[in-house]
């Protein structure tokens, strides 16, 4: 069974940085899709970026310029490295992995950017 567990969130000033991570185990980590969704406090779960088996990677356009999704199959493990971090990207992150029809959801970590 596929595992993931979160770490990094945590509260940034406005223009601050994060790195997430997100540690997969219980399959093989490079033949899924990875992804990192957020879901703000009274707002539907939204895709942030995602990042394919090949390293092909697509980005929501609030995400675009400021954050980067990488993977490292040797640690079988995807970051998402957040700058130039915004109010309103204050939410619970999660971690997704995908292969065919499956799709697996970490536990979320929380991100406050606040000052």
């Known amino acids: 069974q596929v595992q993931l567990v979160e770490s990094g969130g945590g509260l940034v000033q406005p223009g601050g940085s994060l790195r997430l991570s997100c540690v997969f185990s219980?399959?093989?980590?490079?033949?899924?899709?990875m992804g990192w969704y957020r879901q703000a406090a009274g707002k539907q779960r939204e895709l942030v970026a995602a990042?394919?088996?090949?390293?092909?990677?697509n980005y929501a356009d609030s995400a675009k310029g400021r954050f980067t999704i990488s993977k490292d199959n040797a640690k079988n493990t995807v970051y998402l490295q957040m700058n130039s971090l915004k109010p309103e990207d204050t939410a619970v992150y999660y971690c997704?992995?995908?292969?065919?029809?499956?799709?697996?959801w970490g536990q979320g970590t929380q991100v406050t950017v606040s000052s």
């Open positions: 219980g399959s093989i980590f490079s033949i899924f899709r």
């Open positions: 990042i394919t088996p090949s390293g092909s990677t």
């Open positions: 997704n992995a995908g292969f065919a029809r499956n799709d697996f």
